[in-house]
């Protein structure tokens, strides 16, 4: 056979495979998201999302401590408070769900583990929205920006060391980075959900925040269908202070994540959303696929996407894997 070029020769052994290996995932660039429940005696198991729960001050504890000795990056952490309002005003208050559960976090692991904390509405209304609505029942944008500056500054005081901004509101970074610098938080990072698409694959997290969302978010995340769009959220955020741009979902949009990192030089993190991952553990456990090699290739498709950083509710299993 004349073949001058045997790619074959680079496949042959597991040595040869890793020595030209290009993607690695690591422990230290994942996100474990955590849900923490105001009032639980014991930790409540969310259905639509198998191994995942919502945890009370001890699990919470527990679940820090072993994600950081596992050597898993951040934890990223979202309250679910048992009382709603129509604007969300527990989110703003000292004492609330979120805060707590981030002071429980830093009580454990201090300086050595960044803790994120939500800045979102959604899970502190009634009607579910991200922000709170005006007389005709549409999310009022500028009137949030006023809620995310006072939630901000609670997150920040409770020791949160990075601010989820998760709400897709136009102006949000510029606006929480300016409460911050006023009362002197410089150094409080900002991960901006930059591109954020209003997307089917939250399904199962709407169970885990106990979310009581009427109708959609379409006027505020983005259309599945847009990519400029992406690059123009991600440039408004970059030029308002974002410290880091967040893509989301992540499997569905790995094309948006490769435009994302090509265009910024801050660090780009992509979210594997609840949905993606309950596809994955419906189907291993229907039999239909080996569940650890179909999340380590999720997670490296990702990576090799062009994601710096991956959220994703099995960094604590897959570093205990990559420890092995
Ligand atoms: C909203 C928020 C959502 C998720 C993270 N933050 C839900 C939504 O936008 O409807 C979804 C995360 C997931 O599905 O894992 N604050």
């Not at 429940?37 to 919502?54: C, K, L």
């Not at 800045?119 to 579910?128: I, Q, V, W, Y």
């Not at 990075?162 to 900002?190: C, E, F, N, P, Y």
Request: net charge negative.
């Amino acid at each position: 056979m004349d073949i001058h070029e045997r790619p074959r020769r680079l496949r042959q052994t597991d040595g040869m495979r890793r020595l030209v290996r290009q993607v690695h995932l690591n422990s230290g660039n994942l996100i474990l998201p955590v849900f923490v429940r105001e009032g639980a005696s014991q930790p409540i198991a969310i259905g639509s999302m198998p191994g995942v729960f919502q945890h009370t001050q001890s699990s919470l504890k527990a679940a820090v401590n072993e994600a950081a000795s596992a050597g898993v990056g951040s934890v990223m952490i979202f309250g679910v408070p048992s009382h709603k309002d129509a604007n969300g005003d527990a989110a703003c208050a000292h004492d609330s769900i979120l805060a707590d559960a981030i002071r429980w976090a830093k009580e454990e692991t201090g300086d050595s583990l960044p803790i994120i904390a939500d800045l979102c509405l959604d899970e502190f209304t009634t009607h579910g929205h991200c922000g709170v609505l005006d007389a005709n029942g549409n999310v009022d944008n500028d009137a949030t920006l006023a809620q995310y500056q006072r939630m901000a500054l609670t997150l920040a005081d409770a020791g949160a060391d990075i601010l989820g901004l998760s709400g897709m509101m136009d102006g949000q970074v510029g606006a929480v980075r300016k409460a911050l610098d006023a009362q002197g938080k410089i150094d409080t990072v900002l991960l901006a959900y930059a591109a954020k698409y209003a997307s089917a694959f939250y399904g199962p997290f709407r169970d885990a925040v106990e979310s009581t969302l009427e109708g959609d978010r379409k006027s505020y995340q983005q259309d599945p269908g847009n990519v400029n769009e992406a690059i123009r959220e991600v440039r408004l955020d970059v030029a308002e202070g974002a410290d880091i741009v967040m893509v989301k979902p992540g499997l569905p949009y790995l094309d948006v994540i490769t435009r994302v990192s090509a265009e910024v030089d801050v660090p780009v993190a992509a979210y594997v959303v609840s949905g993606e991952s309950s596809m994955i553990e419906a189907a291993a456990a229907a039999g239909m696929l080996d569940r650890e090699r179909a999340i380590l290739e999720t997670l490296t498709s990702v990576k090799r996407a062009g994601a710096d950083i991956i959220a994703t509710y099995w960094a604590t299993e897959v570093a205990h894997l990559l420890n092995r």
